[in-house]
């Protein structure tokens, strides 16, 4: 089942124009999966995901390795980094304008 929430937007009518103020954009996901060197699934990895203002989404791989960030903003810049007891990972910066898909991190060792 799905809800929508509707969000009233304010107007300002200028000469027979109309011009729309304030309004958010929707979020996008974001997902993929983590491995190890040789392509195997790593799972009960926590990811953190960063953006400028210090806000932090977290995630954890499902025993496949997969993961996903659901309703990120767009149009930021996003520290990307994993944590896991066996493995390490390279953080990453990433920027997206919509979903991002099949992002996949690659453990270190």
């Known amino acids: 089942m799905f809800t929508t ?3 009233e937007i304010a107007s ?8 729309i ?4 954009a929707a979020g996008a996901d974001i997902s993929g999966r983590v491995i ?3 392509g195997w699934p ?3 990895v926590r990811l953190f995901l960063r953006d400028g203002n210090g806000h932090v989404w977290v995630a954890v791989t ?4 997969y993961y996903r960030f ?8 996003y520290l990307l980094a994993a944590d896991s007891k066996r493995y390490t990972f390279q953080p990453r910066t990433i920027s997206f304008g919509d979903e991002m898909t099949n992002l996949d991190i690659i453990a270190n060792q």
């Open 5 to 7: 929430q509707l969000t």
């Open 36 to 38: 190890n060197q040789a």
């Open 42 to 44: 790593i799972s009960k």
């Open 12 to 19: 300002i009518p200028v000469d027979g124009q109309v011009t």
């Open 21 to 24: 103020v304030g309004g958010t």
């Open 62 to 65: 499902s025993p496949f390795g």
């Open 70 to 77: 659901q309703d990120i903003p767009t149009g930021e810049t």
